[in-house]
């Protein structure tokens, strides 16, 4: 008999690959029956029957395209009816490290619908359902381009800084009635998102590059310790602080009366 604690069900999306695989691995591993989604019906079958091998959890599959409204539809409804689900992990997304005047402008708009309307109605779908049982989890993956829109394509870091927004609204709201939420802002992670994003992985010097065990393992200890944001690279967290800290000493001066000195004639 199994001594891991059951936890309920995770729903993870983008669990076909990656990162998304490697949460539905160590989810399991953690005592999470789950409910894996991505558009690789095959894939996720053969994820599942491995996970449910190695640890008896119990692993459904829900082939769905998250940028298409009928889809996600149907992940939304499986987020407002079933009352196992204790932890939603928005983790399907695409990259393009192109720069802007050299992007397909419809595959930037597929990207917001993946990397943004998606993550935003399924927690729309899940969030209340969360509230009324004072318990829940949000785990939102960001990027590290959130905060560094500079590094690659900006509808990309745009797409990130929405998610890091997001979620810090989401901490502000339902902290207090039991739901945790966390924002995880990986550098690159050698997985297939770089090959899609129009840069192979092994183009990247290897000391940026973290496996993405290594990088689910870094951002599950950073949930334990109960941060909102987890940067699994940056050694320093006291950076994070500080920059977090300037920000909300700009709170009490960004909407005044009056326009700053310098803008009076
Ligand atoms: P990945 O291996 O390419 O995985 C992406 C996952 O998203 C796959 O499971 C894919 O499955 C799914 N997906 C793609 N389009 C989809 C759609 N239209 N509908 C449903 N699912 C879809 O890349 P990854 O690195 O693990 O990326 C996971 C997350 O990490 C993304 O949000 C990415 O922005 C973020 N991230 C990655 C890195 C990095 O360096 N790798 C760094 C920072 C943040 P199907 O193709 O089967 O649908």
């Known amino acids: ?3 891991i604690a059951h936890n309920g069900t995770a729903l993870v999306t983008g669990a076909s690959s990656g990162i998304g695989a490697v949460y539905a691995d160590r989810l399991a591993r953690r005592g999470y029956d789950l409910i894996l989604v991505a558009r690789s019906g095959d894939k996720l079958k053969e994820l599942a029957a491995r996970i449910t091998d ?17 889809d996600l539809a149907r992940v939304e409804q499986v987020l407002r009816t079933d009352a196992s689900i204790t932890l939603l992990v928005n983790n399907a997304g695409v990259g393009a490290t192109a720069p802007l005047l ?48 500079e590094v690659l394509n900006g509808v990309y870091g745009g797409s990130k800084a929405f998610i890091l927004a997001f979620s810090q609204s989401l901490h502000h709201e339902l902290a207090d009635k039991g739901v945790r939420v966390q924002a995880v802002l990986p550098g690159a992670t050698a997985t297939d998102f770089w090959d899609a994003a129009g840069l192979p992985v092994s183009h990247l ?39 977090d800290t300037a920000r909300l000493a ?10 700053a000195a310098r803008y009076s004639a």
């Open 1 to 3: 008999m199994s001594t």
């Open 54 to 70: 190695e640890t008896g959890r119990s692993v459904e599959t829900l082939s769905a395209d998250l940028t298409k409204t009928e």
């Open 205 to 243: 010097p290897s000391e940026i590059v973290m496996s993405a065990t290594d990088m689910v393992e870094a951002a599950l200890s950073g949930l334990d310790q109960g941060e909102l944001v987890t940067i699994p690279a940056l050694p320093n967290i006291a950076d994070w602080n500080t920059f």
């Open 102 to 149: 050299q992007s397909d402008i419809a595959k930037m708009e597929s990207m917001v619908a993946l990397n943004v309307t998606g993550p935003m109605r399924l927690t729309y779908a899940v969030a209340p359902a969360f509230v009324s049982r004072g318990t829940g989890t949000i785990i939102n993956i960001a990027s590290i381009v959130a905060i560094a829109p």
């Open 250 to 259: 700009l709170g009490p001066n960004l909407s005044l009366a009056a326009p």
